[in-house]
């Protein structure tokens, strides 16, 4: 069955620090999507990126965030001053089709730490 | 109110057991429903859809009740490997997923 796959898997950085963290969606998915959770906390949504724009951000993803679909296979999540707060674990996510009664498949996620 | 509102538990239950974890959620205008499970530090997996009519995938149940913004989910003949937090996820008009925090099932021998 085909995945979604993340990397890194860990990532420790210095706070203040740029981080890219990558994913790379299905093949035939359209709609892609970063999540994150913090420790002991709900799965929270970010962002949903659809052909090649930002289609609904949350109040999380402020300007510190951005995306990028660089080429046709990878979906990246750039935060550009890391702080503290920014610990948790990231997950890329896609599906198929518009319309929202599709379950979106997720990635293995990214554990980020911020020092 | 929260947008999905579960109880967190823990459910310890023997093997065996018939267990129910139950959800709600506030926005009328939730469109699509599911519930995910969440093993320890992993990533949320899709357990099943769950549709107006109720549904079933083998010892699973799911309820969806509109007029009451309410989801069920059964889980029949516990297995010690149905333990896992359970995600209740809904839709409203665009594609994000809002989770709830989820339902810890612990199940023992």
């Known amino acids: 069955e085909p995945e979604v796959t993340q990397t890194p898997s860990h990532q420790v950085t210095q706070m203040g620090q740029e981080v890219i963290l990558r994913c790379v969606p299905i093949?035939?998915?359209?709609?892609f999507y970063w999540y994150r959770q913090i420790l002991g906390q709900k799965v929270e949504f970010l962002v949903s990126?659809?052909?090649?724009?930002?289609?609904?951000k949350s109040e999380i993803f402020d300007d510190q965030f951005s995306v990028e679909r660089p080429d046709g296979s990878n979906f990246t999540l750039k935060i550009r001053s890391t702080k503290l707060e920014d610990s948790a674990m990231y997950f890329c996510?896609?599906?198929?089709?518009?319309?929202?009664?599709?379950?979106?498949?997720f990635g293995d996620g990214t554990r980020l730490s911020i020092l | 109110r929260k947008e999905v509102e579960q109880d967190p538990g823990p459910f310890n239950v023997p093997e065996g057991a018939t267990v129910a974890f139950n959800c709600t959620y506030s926005?009328?205008?939730?469109?699509?429903f599911f519930w995910y499970r969440q093993d320890c530090r992993k990533e949320p997996k899709l357990l099943m859809s769950v549709y107006s009519s109720g549904n079933e995938d083998g010892r699973f149940t799911a309820q969806l009740n509109r007029a009451s913004q309410y989801i069920s989910l059964l889980i029949r003949d516990s297995k010690l490997s149905d333990s896992a937090t359970y995600l209740c996820v809904v839709t409203g008009g665009g594609n994000k997923l809002t989770f709830g925090t989820g339902t810890q099932l612990k199940v023992e021998l």
């Open positions: 926005n009328s205008a939730s469109q699509s």
């Open positions: 093949s035939n998915h359209l709609y």
């Open positions: 996510a896609s599906d198929r089709d518009r319309g929202s009664n599709q379950p979106q498949h």
């Open positions: 990126f659809y052909n090649n724009e930002i289609s609904e």
